[in-house]
């Protein structure tokens, strides 16, 4: 339930409420998708199942699919940490981390597939590509988190917008060609990451951008050396 600025507080009850009745109608979504899509259509329907009204409605889900499609990626996110739980992270190299997680996500998601299937389609609508970006991002995080990342730096994103990168067509291949086929693919990727990766620390990046100003410098200063800064 979003809440705009000038609004006034909600209760702890008034939140609590809001939570249940989320899950709830998500509940109700995943169990109509295969049968209504994933639109405006099941965001009624699912509040209809709950006895929400069109104004309950628009209350608990402002953005009523979009709404939805957040709320069922972030159960998904909570069901793959949960699993992570068990996993031995500090004892995993990190690409052996990555793929554990990336399948622990594949996994709570493939629990409502049909759901999922849907949901991956009203994604891919240009109106939609943007929230599928952020909610991929949101997910790359979760699992770096996990992961025991703690990057503050450009990493820190750099990570996250590579994650998010396998993760859109991983989950894509999960849901409409198999657990196999998905996994193979995401080893693949992480494989080709992990090989720039050890590339890219042989290379020195900045040096063409300090060839370019001490160019610069010469050009202003005359044949001296440009000043350093």
């Not at 008034?14 to 109509?32: G, K, P």
């Not at 998010?164 to 989950?171: E, F, N, V």
Request: hydrophobic fraction near 45%.
């Amino acid at each position: 339930m979003t809440q705009t600025a000038d609004a006034a507080p909600k209760t702890a009850a008034q939140e609590d409420w809001a939570s249940r009745m989320e899950q709830a109608v998500l509940d109700a979504a995943i169990e109509r998708a295969p049968g209504l899509g994933w639109n405006s259509r099941l965001a009624r329907a699912a509040c209809e199942a709950n006895g929400l009204s069109l104004g309950d409605e628009e209350l608990l889900l402002p953005n009523g699919a979009r709404d939805l499609a957040v709320l069922l990626s972030r159960r998904h996110d909570s069901r793959a940490l949960q699993a992570l739980e068990a996993a031995p992270a500090a004892t995993m190299k990190i690409r052996e981390r990555i793929a554990a997680a990336v399948s622990a996500r594949m996994e709570a998601g493939a629990q409502d597939i049909e759901a999922a299937k849907r949901c991956a389609g009203f994604l891919t609508l240009p109106t939609n590509v943007d929230l599928g970006f952020k909610l991929a991002w949101e997910s790359a995080d979760h699992l770096w988190r996990w992961a025991g990342d703690t990057a503050t730096d450009q990493n820190h994103y750099s990570k996250r917008a590579i994650l998010g990168g396998i993760l859109i067509p991983a989950l894509t291949m999960r849901w409409f060609e198999g657990r196999e086929a998905a996994e193979a693919f995401v080893a693949r990727r992480i494989e080709n990451v992990m090989a720039f990766e050890k590339w890219k620390a042989g290379k020195d990046f900045d040096a063409p951008i300090k060839a370019v100003t001490d160019a610069l410098g010469r050009l202003r200063y005359g044949a001296k050396e440009a000043p350093t800064t």
